[in-house]
């Protein structure tokens, strides 16, 4: 059997926020990892790990071609991906909202025929909506999407919100929540049979209390 | 031109196109795959490529992946997206009581939708056995024995996870098709933090958790002897008997050493609502999804007119097939030199009785 041998399991983690609190967090259950400058891949400390780093939003392609066996991402970017993966945990850290903002004093009404929304966010605006039976019209924009309402672009925006900071800088504010966001370790189903004893051990690592 | 280039480079998504040492690889497979079936007594049989989709339409997991097609009398088709389905309409068709049981192989392409920017889905052709008529240990450990003679002569060796259709069927009350459908995506998403709480919906939490518990298990057969050993007050007779067959089939397994092939894997409950029985899927380093699925399905002909047991699997083979073993790869040409065209002919036929490829 194939499954299960003695090579370090593949994860892949994302470049940016998160990377600093994963750090943390696997320091913790002495499964310390750096990376040297510039380089993309490291091992862990105990050697069990093979570790990638990546861009967020590619991270599910790298775990959907069984590339990286696991990954650490946010839920936003897994229902981006349309990917389906197992869940092994969910972490505490990390965690954000996704929720729609418009111009400060700005109300949906009832008669608004259609939603006007610009999101990096475009599958999970236009299933959000859809599922509530309101019809959205969405421009895709890759970053700063508060410009949008403050430019005239659309008059609301869906997207990511920890502090709210960047939205009341630019004279803008919540209309509604629409879902938390949380930090998961995923696996490909495929990857998590053929090595699940030892992917159980790394997850009973990161589940004990230290 | 550049235009017609450009239309030439683009094939339409769900098609490929396969070159030479792909294709050399390719046929072998299938020939071999195909003389083994048969020595085991399993006789080809081919499908149409498409058929009326409503008769279809509730075994197709995802709609949106089906090619559609209308034809002149405004009838909906299908395309032929997976040939276990056409086969059990065949199947139904035309046997009758006197002719089984019948073993039967089938091989030959299939159609989905696949993602241009996901070329790892591999999912163009199908390769399977089936074996109708027979209920029970013996058919099922038959099937089980081939799929494992089948990936020996493709000279590879996948993970082969065992589990039970049965199982789910006595855990699960009786809640309608659509809830049933999301409890089997839980157990096979091993989401069991969402399972528990549908299932606390539907039963006791302690029952809930019982449940929640048992399809969580992976392990050996010695592994699961002593864990619903421990377990087994709080499990229904029907339960016990479903996890009785899985443990007599992995005890005959290991007679026949081929034990060491298969893990017992509660969460396999078959991606399809017409399993009743043993359910398996076999999976490979390197490869994103199972490449093999299999499992008895006692009602599935019976759907399409004629009521009778059936256990089978059927093996994706463009997802392995960089994976095979070294016999399947092409292999060197000789060329004949000969004083002219005529004594370089002779020669090359003469090599060629050797078993040589050669050229001229």
Known sequence: ?210 | MTEKLNRFLQVPMGTETIYIEDAYRHRLANEELGKLFTSWGYLPVETPVFDFFDIYQEFIPVEKDIYRLIDREGDLLMLRSDITLFLAKQMGLSLKETDLPVRVCYSGTILRHQNREDISKNEFFQTGVELIGKKGHNADLEILMLLSSTFRTLEIKPALHIGSRELLNASVPDIGNSGKREIERLISYRDFDELGRRLRGITDSKRADTIKELFQFTGSAEELRNYTESIKPALNPKEISAIDKLLLIMEDLAKLNLGGDFVLDLSEVGNQPYYTGIVFQGYLDGVDSAVVSGGRYDNLLGEFGFTTPSVGFSLLLRKIENQLGKKFSLPAFDKAEGENFIDSLQKAEKLRKKGRIVIL
Do not use: W
């Not at chain 1, 959907?64 to 869940?87: M, P, R, T």
């Not at chain 1, 960047?166 to 938390?180: P, Q």
């Open chain 1, 1 to 210: 059997m194939i499954s299960d041998t003695a090579e370090p399991l593949s994860l892949a983690l994302p470049k940016g926020r998160l990377m600093e609190d994963v750090g943390k967090f696997f320091k913790q259950k002495g499964l310390d990892f750096s990376f040297d400058n510039r380089k993309l891949v490291s091992y862990d400390k105990s050697g069990n790990l093979k570790i990638f780093l990546v861009k967020n939003s590619d991270l599910p392609t790298y775990v959907n071609h069984g590339i990286a066996g696991l990954g650490i991402c946010g839920s936003d970017v897994l229902y981006e991906s349309g990917y389906k993966f197992f869940n092994l945990m969910t972490f505490d850290f990390g965690g954000t909202s996704m929720c729609i903002a418009g111009m400060k004093g700005a109300k949906r009404t009832a008669n608004e025929r259609k939603l006007s929304v610009a999101t990096k966010f475009t599958k999970f605006t236009s299933d959000y909506f859809h599922k509530q039976g309101i019809p959205v019209e969405i421009v895709k924009l890759n970053g700063s999407v508060e410009l949008a309402p403050v430019l005239g672009l659309t008059p609301y925006i869906v997207d990511l919100v920890e502090t709210g900071n960047t939205l009341k800088a630019n004279n803008l504010e919540i209309l509604e929540k629409l879902e938390d966001i949380k930090v998961h370790l995923v696996v490909n189903p495929a990857y998590y049979k053929l090595h699940y004893k030892s992917i159980k051990r790394i997850v009973s690592i990161l589940k004990a209390k230290t």
